[in-house]
């Protein structure tokens, strides 16, 4: 049998679940957490930061989850990604 996955892809934050032995359990994100704040921020060496350390910063990209599947861009920093590019 195969790995049943719960995704909540929410537009202020994020969570996945499976199930282990019928219980489900949260899969941590990198910071331990078992949420991550929707947001997307470049920092100043051109990477983009998603998650917690990104919803604290000034400028930071909140709410994209909205327009993905859209043709609309996000200006990061300075650069023009697609909502999609913010969940990396």
């Not at 489900?24 to 060496?45: F, H, K, V």
């Amino acid at each position: 049998m195969g790995i049943t996955v719960g995704i909540d892809l929410g537009t202020t934050n994020s969570g996945v679940a499976h199930f282990e032995g019928g219980i489900p359990r949260m899969i941590l994100n990198d910071n331990g957490g078992n949420i991550t704040a929707s947001a997307a921020w470049e920092n100043p060496s051109g990477e983009v930061v998603v998650g917690g350390v990104a919803y604290k910063k000034a400028g930071s990209a909140r709410r994209f989850k909205r327009m993905m599947g859209s043709e609309a861009g996000l200006l990061i920093g300075q650069r023009n990604i697609s909502p999609e590019e913010c969940l990396v």
